[in-house]
């Protein structure tokens, strides 16, 4: 642990690292060859984002295996690009709500409602944005792309930025005050660090989620034409339109790669380096392991790597120059009612006045009628949503109860499920729509498992983990007593999972809501498969361009998925926290 | 509220603070009192403890003289020396407050990188406050990796390195075991002592009381409910100080009797615990723990009286845990606190012969008779025609008097003691009282 990087001491690091070593290792080799390959990858990429649009036709997107590599790593670059935006989103947004108490007022309840919004929806308003904003080059394209991706990432991470801030223990808070940190060294030496990991950990989830988009929003139709992005998502998309099979496995298995390898080289070492800042004093039983790590790690050049990090820091640092002051004291001032009545009716009023735009947009081109439909889809979708997450947790939650219990099992799946969950399980629907086509089954039914295929793995991840939380002694004692069969499941292991479970459960439900818009009407090539359901009514008004519709849709689904959260998993997250928790 | 005088020309002192009175909660009223009218007086070359339970107010006047908390009111005056410069502070804290992802070296660099020192000499400095504090070769290493006395010395460097006049000590050992504890406090005595340390004076809240006759050159004792100095004692015996001295115990018991006794003559039981009638906030205390005290003093070496001090002793109880039990005892006329010992009543050394029914029955008897709160859910019980009552009501009626905090615990409590003596049952999932425990 003693040779890792600190964030203030970059240069010091650096200058270690160019002292000659009396033999280069075998460390040093891999490592340097690795960063070499990721720069050169990065610098190619980056180059085909600026060209014009009209290459779009001269050189369109083939279905060529060789391509594949090149699109494959431009996908991958949106998806980062996407992440590194979210980071700044969360910075700014989350560490406002935080420190001020007017913006926390309004910040806060918009980032817990766009949680839980289809984004999907949202893509047709972007699209128009962002074209007109560079007309003409595939930058802009590229920017309404990336902007898709990270409306899907960036809310849980600010959210959960926004938690750690809010919660960083009192002594450490006291200890800054008192030594008068100044607020830029307050962030970056407590209030950063302590929220690095759960930080870490909703970027790695926003990046599944990401993934579900990257497919859908490479390929955009603005009006009549089509334009399509060099990336797996157009490439399936072309696939399907081509029904040509063998191209959709190509696309799947480029995905899988590229998931194995930005989560070996880039997540695993991340999260292995961010254990650092649990905030745990006691040395953790079991620390994540990274080899891609390791080998940063004996090749002495984490430094190097997180030196953009290290940096930043160390360059506010440097500008903030202001030397330390007297402790501040907690301010025990109330805040000026006058201000806060104002202030609170500066958001009504622009609260009233977004409602009265929407409503009023809305209802000049739809009539009550269009409503009671749209309600009455929305209460079939989640009839779907309902039965289906019901359907997963018979499967999931005894298979991952009995590999939770196997420690050597669980060790080993855990991460495979966690890869499942990150597979975005669009690229797999042609496979089901052949499947229906073929044997001539209902699309109604048989369309609705696609809206868990990607979600379902949650239920299994988070059982397991259950599962193998489940102290020894309670196992024992129930073993002993001879506790068996139904028993067994209602005394010991029900209440064990259940906590994990709902937190499971939970995001298979708001995930299974988003997907039901790519779920529920999909195509191979001119056969087109609809299921009846608010997910298919978006997605067709988007095709159509009917904005009116698109708003009502996505606004009945937020409805929807926000009472769906509030009156059911919320409720039995409250009684799993005060009744089940162990300890 | 800090106010910088211009120095007085003989009396060496740091800090002065007058008329401190601060509230939680509401400002203006409505409040929990924590502090009222506080004054004290830190002069160069003293260690001062403040000695008291939770709930005294003493480390909230420690966080104010530290400048975390503003107080309502009243001021705190750092009186400058001759070259104008006024005192400064640091805290050592209870729960040690170290950066876990900062090395013992960048920890105890914190203080000074805030100050803008340059690299070198923060490396130098801080350095030589890790080789005082004892912790040379753990530089590098991570708060984790360490022992909870090695911990503690982290922050004693990083408080001391910042060369503060006065060192704020917020219950440094409280948080370690007995031996690791008594090491840490004679090494830092031994610090103090020989003058090796940068620091005029010390300022340690504490509720150990031996701790504070061992380490203090003058000792202010808080009485709770509200905060206020209660006493204030001079400490003359010879350092290195034996716990052994017959003088060393006479003051120790003269403490615990201070701490027992009450300000005025008043009624003799009200005003053991903070509110009256209902509103009595009662201390989280099992019905396992008095009958273990009943037990303890009326054996053998007590036979029905002991000094607290030496029940302290024999149970390794500190003062916050020993305090609510004899006190709560004395609520319920099992005891009574004379001076620095615990005397049992007839009753008390009957309870400690009989049988678990019997007992129950006496406790029950207690109970109804001496605390309002169970009377009060007892009469409501048997008013209603079900015999049910939902705990919300109590809750509510409780917080009209004390913070939510103090309610679920006095509430809780007196579940505690009414299931014991099955006067009446409570069910969590519904959230209600009912005479029986419906089965």
């Not at chain 1, 590599?69 to 935006?85: C, D, H, S, V």
């Not at chain 1, 984490?302 to 640092?317: A, D, E, H, K, Q």
């Not at chain 1, 509030?566 to 039995?572: A, G, I, K």
């Not at chain 2, 403040?50 to 005294?56: A, E, H, M, P, Q």
Request: proline content about 6%; glycine content about 6%.
């Amino acid at each position: 642990m003693s040779n890792m990087p600190q964030t203030a001491r970059g240069v010091r690091s650096f200058s270690r690292l160019l002292r000659v070593t009396p033999a280069p290792s075998w460390a040093d080799a891999v490592a340097f060859l690795l960063l070499a390959g990721a720069a050169i990858l990065i610098i190619g990429g980056a180059e085909g984002m600026s060209e014009p649009l009209a290459r779009l036709n001269i050189a369109p997107v083939t279905l060529d295996p060789w391509n594949l590599p090149g699109y494959a790593l431009r996908t991958t670059l949106r998806m980062f690009a996407a992440l590194g935006a979210s980071l700044g989103f969360t910075f700014v947004v989350a560490t406002l709500a935080a420190k001020s108490k007017r913006a926390e007022m309004v910040i806060v309840p918009a980032l817990d409602i766009l949680q839980s919004v289809p984004i999907l929806g949202f893509l047709t308003f972007t699209v128009t944005f962002f074209m007109g904003l560079f007309p003409g080059r595939q930058f802009g394209v590229e920017l309404a792309a990336i902007f898709a991706i990270f409306t899907s990432q960036a809310w849980n991470m600010a959210f959960s930025f926004y938690q750690s801030l809010r919660s960083v223990p009192t002594d450490l808070e006291e200890v800054s005050r008192g030594f008068a940190l100044s607020p830029w060294r307050r962030f970056i030496r407590l209030e950063l660090p302590f929220a690095t990991p759960a930080l870490v950990w909703n970027a790695m989830m926003s990046m599944s989620g990401g993934w579900f988009f990257v497919v859908a929003s490479e390929a955009i139709s603005v009006g009549n034409t089509r334009i399509m992005l060099p990336g797996i998502g157009s490439w399936l998309a072309l696939a399907i339109d081509r029904q040509d099979f063998r191209a959709v496995g190509w696309a799947v298995g480029a995905m899988a790669v590229v998931i194995l390898l930005y989560d070996q080289f880039v997540f695993r070492p991340v999260v292995a380096w961010a254990d650092r800042f649990r905030f745990e004093q006691t040395a953790s039983q079991v620390a994540p392991q990274s080899w891609a790590y390791d080998l940063f790690r004996r090749a002495r050049l984490l430094p190097v790597l997180f030196s953009p990090l290290t940096g930043f820091g160390r360059l506010m640092m440097a500008i903030d120059r202001r030397p330390a002051r007297v402790p501040k004291a907690r301010s025990n001032a109330k805040p000026n009612p006058m201000g806060q009545a104002a202030w609170l009716g500066l958001v009504a009023a622009a609260l009233l006045s977004a409602a009265w735009l929407v409503i009023g947009y809305v209802a000049s081109h739809l009539a009550w009628r269009d409503a009671l439909d749209a309600f009455a889809l929305a209460c079939l979708t989640m009839l779907r949503v309902l039965v289906l997450i019901a359907i997963a947790s018979v499967i999931w939650v005894p298979i991952g109860v009995w590999i939770g219990l196997r420690p050597r099992w669980a060790e080993r799946l855990q991460p495979v499920a966690q890869f499942l969950a990150a597979f975005p399980a669009n690229v797999l629907f042609p496979f089901a729509v052949i499947a229906i086509v073929h044997w001539r089954l209902s699309p109604d039914i048989w369309l609705s498992p696609l809206m868990v295929l990607g979600t379902q793995w949650y239920i299994l991840f988070n059982v397991i983990a259950g599962a193998s939380a489940i102290p020894t002694d309670l196992r024992e004692a129930a073993g002993m007593f001879g506790v068996r069969r139904w028993q067994w499941w209602r005394t010991l292991i029900i209440p064990g999972i259940f906590p994990y479970y709902v937190t499971g459960a939970l995001t298979a439900s708001g995930g299974s809501w988003n997907a039901s818009i790519v779920a529920e009407a999909v195509s191979w090539g001119s056969e087109h498969l609809e299921a009846h359901g608010l997910g298919t009514y978006i997605a067709k008004a988007t095709t159509a361009g009917d904005f009116p519709r698109v708003t009502l849709g996505i606004a009945v689904m937020s409805i929807f998925v926000t009472g769906f959260n509030r009156l059911l998993w919320r409720p039995l997250y409250a009684y799993a926290d005060r009744r089940l928790r162990l300890a | 509220m800090a106010t910088t005088y211009a120095r007085p020309a003989a009396v060496p002192t740091l800090v002065k603070v007058e008329h401190l009175t601060h509230r939680y909660g509401k400002a203006g009223g409505g409040g929990l009192l924590v502090l009222k009218d506080v004054a004290l007086t830190l002069r160069e070359n003293e260690i001062v403890g403040l000695l008291g339970r939770s709930g005294s107010g003493k480390s909230t006047l420690l966080r104010s003289i530290a400048g975390l908390i503003r107080p309502d009111e009243g001021d705190i005056g750092f009186v400058a020396d001759e070259n104008g410069t006024a005192p400064t502070v640091s805290m050592v804290f209870q729960t040690f407050a170290l950066f876990p992802w900062l090395t013992v070296l960048q920890n105890v660099e914190l203080g000074l990188e805030a100050q803008r020192v340059p690299g070198e000499e923060r490396r130098t400095r801080a350095l030589a406050a890790i080789d005082l504090i004892g912790l040379d070769g753990f530089e590098n290493a991570y708060p984790k990796e360490l022992s909870g006395g090695m911990r503690q010395r982290v922050g004693l460097a990083r408080a001391i390195v910042v060369n503060p006049s006065l060192l704020l000590m917020d219950e440094p050992f409280s948080a370690l075991d007995v031996l690791t504890a008594e090491t840490l406090r004679t090494d830092l005595l031994d610090l103090w002592l020989e003058g090796r340390m940068p620091i005029k004076s010390i300022l340690i809240v504490t509720h150990n009381i031996e701790e504070a006759v061992l380490m203090c050159d003058r000792i202010l004792v808080f009485s709770s409910n509200p905060g206020r100095v209660a006493a204030e004692i001079e400490v003359d015996l010879p350092q290195p100080r034996d716990r052994l001295d017959p003088a060393f115990r006479a003051l120790v018991d003269d403490i615990y009797a201070r701490m027992t006794a009450r300000a005025a003559p008043e009624p003799a039981r009200d005003g053991v615990f903070p509110g009256t009638g209902i509103a009595m906030a009662l201390p989280r205390v099992s019905t396992n723990s008095l009958a273990g005290l009943i037990e303890e003093v009326d054996a053998s070496p007590f036979d029905g009286r002991a000094p607290m001090a030496d029940l302290a002793d024999q149970l390794q109880l500190e003062i916050d845990d020993l305090f609510p039990i004899a006190e709560t005892l004395q609520l319920l006329r099992f005891a009574e606190l004379q001076g620095a010992d615990i005397q049992l009543t007839p009753a008390a050394r009957r309870y400690a012969q009989v049988d678990v029914d019997t007992r129950k029955a006496m406790f029950a008897q207690a109970l109804l008779a001496y605390v309002p709160l169970a009377q009060h859910i007892k009469r409501i019980l048997d008013e209603r025609a079900g015999h049910v009552a939902p705990a919300r009501r109590f809750r509510d009626q409780l917080e009209d008097h004390m913070s939510p905090d103090y309610a679920e615990e006095t509430l809780r409590t007196v579940t505690l003691w009414g299931r014991y003596a099955e006067v009446f049952a409570y069910d969590e999932d519904d959230d209600r009282f009912s005479l029986e425990d419906a089965v």
